[in-house]
């Protein structure tokens, strides 16, 4: 399986994306620029966290419109596997991939620590190979990893199962109901906050809870890329 990993100006969690992924669950990878018009042929995308453009304007704004992300709202479209980390994640709901917005932390402080967050829906590709309530550890670094909507946003969210991760000690950002990670409604596009890539070999100093969403994907591929319901 081949993975692209996107490299924004300001990226800067693309090299522990790609270790993860080709280090650690063992798959290609391919380093995929903000100007390329394609992505190479790759099963699946990670945005990876950074501050793409400097967050000059506003987290993700920029780089929305960058030429790779045609492609990649085609993968996406298409079913696609697309995960967006951190300011991926803003990127994701910037460009219309995912629902909502990210603004400045409740407490209007930049986070960096671990966090446990338990998962809420299996039924994604980084969710199927995950079991229902598990808990895992997983690094947070952000100044604005609030997660807002509308009201009737949100409850759609909630309805439809597609609150995925949830903070389990509740949320140190201010989001709204606690949420840690969205997906859209077919389930193949999933922006979290924390940060996976940076939990999946405890030799580094943190813990392998993550490891199974990307694991998960090969399941959800070969399976044909199904949603299933929470």
Known sequence: ?????????????????????????????AMLWHGDESIRGADAVVLP?????????????????????????????AGGPVLGIC????????????PGAL?????LRFLCRSERIRVENTGTAFTVGCRQGQV???????????????????ARLEREGRVIFRY????????????????????????????????????LGSSADALPLFQSVHAWLASGGQRRQA
């Open 49 to 77: 966290g950074g501050f793409s453009y400097g967050d000059y304007l506003r987290c993700g704004a920029m780089a929305r419109f960058s030429p790779v992300m045609r492609a990649v709202a085609a993968h996406a479209r």
């Open 136 to 154: 895992m550890s997983i690094p947070i670094k952000n100044g604005e990893g609030c997660f807002v909507a509308s009201d009737a946003e949100l």
């Open 168 to 203: 389990a000690d509740g949320a140190p950002n201010g989001s709204l109901n606690d949420i840690a990670g969205i997906a859209n409604d077919a389930g193949n596009v999933v922006g979290l906050m924390p940060h996976p890539e940076h939990a999946v070999d405890a030799a």
């Open 1 to 29: 399986m081949k993975w692209g990993v996107v490299v924004f100006p300001g990226s800067c969690d693309e090299r522990d994306a790609a270790y993860a992924l080709r280090g650690v669950v063992g798959d290609d990878v």
């Open 103 to 107: 603004v400045r932390n409740s407490e």
């Open 87 to 98: 300011n991926g994640f803003q990127i994701l709901c910037e460009a219309g991939l995912l």
